[in-house]
């Protein structure tokens, strides 16, 4: 090492006058607090000094001087593990946690001040502290590693199961990953006191060590010790632990979530062993999770591109941030009066237009109902509830719609409807208002016709429930301006969602990518194969719904009208289009049963709507078939398919970012999100029949070959995309 890197430091040193130790977490090498190597031997030597000078130390206190407490493992290193890394991944864990450990079993007490995020690696120094103490605000605590196809492997695991018990720990914090403000951290205790500014936190955690000089052990290293709810061999517990694989099998729909599994297992078998031993099973499902590709697929969009997205990646650059104030949302229907809520949520003042006044009224009452849910569940107030419905207008006169710096338009999807709306507010808004269609189909530069200023247009397709779903899909049109684009994707970010770029073609990217998912579903059951094997096959292959019941809360009728728009302009521009699931959706329209919007699809629903069983007269129209197919073909099928069409999307430039096109098709129509997205399934592709296998392209190909074999040659790949991989080549970051 060199003098350089020996005099640095990521844990800063400083003993007051009553022998309190503060360790400052402060990384001199990057803007965030990581797991690096600096970090290790920084806080080991930080460690030898305490011990050295135990005499004359009467307290620890850890905090950190990043406005994150701290961020967590290094991830860049983590993905570039190999399974042939295994034994260095291993002992890396351990030498992270080593320091720890010795920290926790100091001899006098230890207190964590965190001051912001304390996310996976920042919450495990809290939990080895012996008192945490947070300061309030905005920020998170947690351990979300299983977000990220990996589990706490500093001490997480081990500590929150003794903690909090087997239970509570994998239901409440460790399986679903969950984050928590500082106030529902200090209910969950995983903080013990919360104060209300950061400038109170130090001194506060140097008066609870003057408080208590005594306090040395965490609970799980007292005498006595009992785990809460029960060690698995008691037989409080022991009775109920067989029952966990399936409620986390039920939990997870059947779909294979490796770090689920792995939590679980070092877990349990973490609480039967005395907490060295646990530790280091800990370390090694971590090892196995972070060398082998699920993890990769995960951490490459969930943190990485998630990551470049908020932080700009397909925004232009070079232009102005842009804050909307005064937004004009046309059409109260349903997409209407979500995008109402959210625009007012983020502190726009909205005017909801409709045909009627009472349409508008009705439309705002959504906004109502949503806010009173949240007040029910204690996660709002009277208060905020009158703030938020008083920046709402509902009206039927355009002229309201003065001093709108921002439209949305939210109408149905007629092209001659939409040029009317904008034709009525355009005389009223401002000059350089931003005009916004919010559709998932019909061609932009089409739309932009009906309006003179086709500069300032663009698409934003939104995803309902508009107040759930996190993404939003920004559509360029041919004539689109780069500072139209640009305030578009600000004003996604302005109502908290996560936006993706995508050039204009009819479908844009997402919705023209599940369609291919749908057909492909719909397709095998015209061949015969048991409507349950397909949903089941779905769920097990990360979907979040089943095919037949996604198909019909998408309608059947809307999807026949897509077909044949979709049909005739494949027509007018000389190319075929078709597929066999299509016949599947005319034979439902003429059985009357076009979905749930209907009472009737492949489903049955009674008359408020609830969905029963799979209908038996499905058989009829579609009888199942002697032989059925593997149900891993039923499952590669709908993945191959929409991964095939996202790879025409990059041919024909709809999609230009690996980025976009795994968070699109993850947060916006529901791939599997352990595959990583729709372009990292293709590029991480490791036949699950051939573990020790290739993994990327050619593997995803060859693959592809053998559904086409047996499929047909939908699955056939493009000679594009069989020279990017014969070229070595991968799709654009």
Not at 241 to 255: I, N, T
């Amino acid at each position: 090492m060199s003098t350089t890197q020996t005099e640095q430091t990521a844990v800063r040193y400083d003993k007051d006058a009553d022998g309190i130790v503060t360790l400052t977490l402060d990384d001199p090498t990057a803007s965030a607090n990581t797991m690096n190597e600096l970090y290790i031997e920084s806080m080991a030597t930080a460690v030898d000094r305490l011990y050295a000078e135990a005499e004359s130390v009467t307290g620890v206190v850890v905090t950190s001087a990043k406005k994150t407490f701290f961020a967590g493992a290094n991830l860049n290193e983590m993905v570039k593990a190999t399974p042939a890394d295994a034994q260095s991944v291993f002992e890396l864990a351990e030498r992270v946690k080593a320091g720890l450990r010795r920290l926790e079993t100091y001899p006098k007490p230890v207190v964590a001040a965190v001051n912001g995020a304390a996310l996976g690696g920042g919450l495990e120094i809290a939990l080895a502290c012996n008192h945490r103490i947070a300061a309030d605000g905005g920020y998170d605590l947690g351990l979300p590693e299983a977000s990220l196809g990996l589990l706490p492997g500093g001490g997480g695991v081990t500590r929150i199961v003794r903690m909090l018990g087997i239970q509570s720990g994998l239901m409440d914090v460790l399986l679903q990953g969950t984050r928590f403000k500082p106030a529902a951290a200090q209910e969950k205790g995983l903080v013990d006191e919360v104060v209300a500014t950061q400038d109170e936190l130090v001194p506060a955690a140097k008066a609870w060590l003057k408080a208590n000089p005594d306090a040395v052990q965490n609970p799980w290293d007292a005498p006595g010790y009992k785990m809460p709810g029960g060690s698995p061999k008691s037989p409080a517990l022991a009775g109920f632990l067989p029952a966990f694989p399936a409620l986390l099998r039920k939990q997870l729909k059947g779909a294979d979530y490796p770090a689920q599994k792995a939590i679980l297992s070092a877990a349990v078998e973490g609480a039967q062993v005395d907490f060295d031993t646990a530790s280091r099973i800990e370390s090694r499902y971590l090892t196995h999770l972070i060398v082998n590709q699920g993890s990769k697929n995960m951490i490459q969009a969930f943190f990485f591109d998630l990551q470049a997205i908020n932080a700009g990646k397909l925004r232009p650059q070079g232009i102005e941030p842009w804050k909307a104030t005064r937004v004009g949302v046309l059409g109260a229907g349903m997409m209407g009066a979500g995008i109402a809520y959210v625009c007012a949520r983020a502190g726009m003042e909205v005017v909801l237009k409709d045909v009627a006044v009472e349409n508008a009224e009705k439309g705002k009452g959504y906004s109502e109902k949503l806010l009173d849910k949240a007040i029910s569940r204690g996660r709002s107030t009277e208060e905020k509830k009158t703030e938020l419905l008083g920046r709402i207008k509902a009206t039927a006169d355009p002229a309201d719609l003065g001093g709108c710096d921002l439209v949305i338009e939210a109408v149905f999807e007629d092209p001659e409807l939409k040029e009317k709306v904008f034709a009525e507010i355009l005389p009223h808004v401002n000059p350089d208002a931003l005009l916004c269609s919010n559709t998932s189909t019909l061609p932009i530069t089409e739309l932009a016709n009906g309006v003179d200023r086709p500069k300032d247009f663009i698409g934003l397709h939104f995803f309902s429930p508009v107040d759930k779903m996190p993404l939003v899909e920004i559509i360029k049109g041919a004539e689109t301006s780069d500072e139209a684009l640009a305030k578009a994707y600000d004003v996604v970010q302005q109502i908290k969602k996560t936006p993706i770029v995508v050039n204009d073609s009819r479908g844009f990217y997402t919705s023209r990518v599940i369609g291919f998912m749908v057909n492909e579903g719909m397709a095998m059951l015209a061949e015969g194969v048991h409507p349950y094997s397909i949903e089941r096959a779905t769920t097990q292959a990360g979907y979040p719904a089943p095919v037949l019941q996604l198909s019909d809360e998408l309608n059947l009728e809307l999807m026949a009208k897509i077909a044949k728009a979709t049909t005739e302009a494949a027509e007018r521009e000389g190319k075929e289009y078709g597929h066999p699931g299509t016949a599947v959706v005319d034979k439902m329209i003429e059985a009357g049963r076009a979905g749930r919007l209907r009472g009737a699809g492949f489903y049955d629903y009674d008359e408020n709507g609830s969905r029963g069983s799979i209908w038996p007269g499905l058989a009829e129209l579609f009888p199942v078939a002697e032989k059925q197919l593997p149900l891993r073909d039923i499952k590669d099928r709908m993945l191959f398919a929409e991964a095939l069409e996202t790879a025409k999307c990059f041919e024909e430039g709809v999609i230009e970012s690996s980025a976009a096109a795994n968070i699109g098709s993850i947060m916006g129509i529901g791939f599997p999100p352990m595959t990583g997205g729709a372009a990292q399934f293709m590029a991480g592709y490791q036949d699950p029949a051939n573990p020790d296998g290739p993994i990327g392209l050619a593997a995803f190909l060859e693959r592809a070959d053998q559904l086409a074999a047996a499929y047909g040659p939908r699955f056939e790949a493009t000679p594009w995309l069989r020279d990017l991989a014969a070229t070595g080549g991968s799709f654009p970051a």
